[in-house]
């Protein structure tokens, strides 16, 4: 705990210090409101990411129960593969998050002629169901990573509300006490003074 001066140069130190946190704080208690409401985007964006994967499954049982052969499936891993997922940056709130772009597959070339015919629009759904996955993992690393910075910000709020300047506004208190008694006490020994003096003289 920091040593308390009791002088003016003291409570103008505390008073300029008080002035800067009162100013900080609105725009900590701003950052952590837009924190929490792009914590709350991205938990909708993942519910909306899992519907449309859950639509998107929906829509193609007319033909997955395809996939329940083991061999179908192990012949669309080894067409497909997961080349690179493509993300850029963005900031958020201050927050610097990856953003989704795209995912580069790899595709084994295949002769259309040989293969079934459904092959083509298996892999172009899983391709489809991946991406959305892959987004998901992304938004899921944003939601993260703005957690983390909520988690600063409000623990710099609290410093600011509960400690800072609470603190700051008791020292300027103390210093006030004391400057005003220092004050009442030199009055009180020049009245003294001045008495003595007239006693003197006369």
């Known amino acids: 705990m920091a040593v308390v001066k009791f002088t003016k140069t003291a409570l103008k130190q505390e008073r300029d210090a008080l002035k800067q946190f009162t100013r900080f704080l609105p725009t900590l208690q701003l950052k952590k409101q837009q924190l929490q409401l792009e914590m709350r985007h991205c938990l909708e964006l993942i519910a909306q990411n899992e519907q449309k994967e859950a639509e998107m499954k929906e829509s193609l049982e007319s033909w997955t129960y395809l996939f329940g052969d083991s061999d179908i499936v192990s012949r669309i891993r080894e067409n497909l593969a997961v080349r690179q997922v493509i993300a850029g940056k963005k900031s958020i709130a201050g927050v610097v ?18 293969e079934d015919p459904w092959l083509d629009d298996a892999l172009e759904a899983v391709k489809n169901i991946v991406k959305i996955q892959c987004e998901r993992d992304i938004i899921r690393e944003q939601h993260r990573l703005i957690a983390n910075e909520l988690r600063t910000t409000a623990q710099r709020v609290n410093l600011f509300e509960k400690v800072k300047i609470p603190a700051t506004k008791e020292n300027i208190r103390r210093i006030q006490i004391y400057l005003g008694d220092m004050d009442t006490a030199a009055v009180g020994r020049s009245k003294i003074a001045k008495r003595k003096l007239q006693e003197t003289a006369a």
């Open 97 to 114: 998050v990856p953003s989704y772009e795209d995912v580069d597959f790899s595709v084994k070339v295949y002769d259309i002629f040989w």
